[in-house]
Nanobody
Framework: QVQLVESGGGLVQAGGSLRLSCAASGIILGINAMGWYRQAPGKQRELVATITSGGVTNYADSVKGRFTISSSSGKSMVYLQMNSLNAEDTAVYYC???????????????WGQGTQVTVSS
């Protein structure tokens, strides 16, 4: 019932920009954190950026100064503004959320299906 729906991926030239969006839907009682991970061919999935419900952000060193993560009021959506893209940013980008979905108050991890970002030179 809980789903993460991503949008905004595509093909861009080096130096260009993209903005990824992710919306969490379903019966959600709380959001502890949301963020973005990516997986390039032949590599392990890695953290790109996360943001907590309190607004605390965390970025991979490789994207600091170029990418900005943000969330909507109410924290039901998360965005990733990607600037100065280069070939090393080519990957499948996955939306991530730690959500409270039960009355017990326990949180669980959820993942989107992924969206392809390809940077051409």
């Amino acid at each position: 019932q809980v789903q993460l729906v991503e949008s905004g991926g595509g093909l861009v030239q080096a130096g260009g920009s993209l903005r990824l969006s992710c919306a969490a839907s379903g019966i959600i009682l709380g959001i502890n954190a949301m963020g973005w991970y990516r997986q390039a061919p032949g590599k392990q999935r890695e953290l790109v950026a996360t943001i907590t419900s309190g607004g605390v952000t965390n970025y991979a060193d490789s994207v600091k100064g170029r990418f900005t993560i943000s969330s909507s009021s109410g924290k039901s959506m998360v965005y990733l503004q990607m600037n100065s893209l280069n070939a090393e940013d080519t990957a499948v980008y996955y939306c991530y959320a730690e959500l409270v979905v039960g009355f017990s108050g326990d949180s669980y991890d959820y993942w989107g299906q992924g969206t392809q970002v390809t940077v051409s030179s």
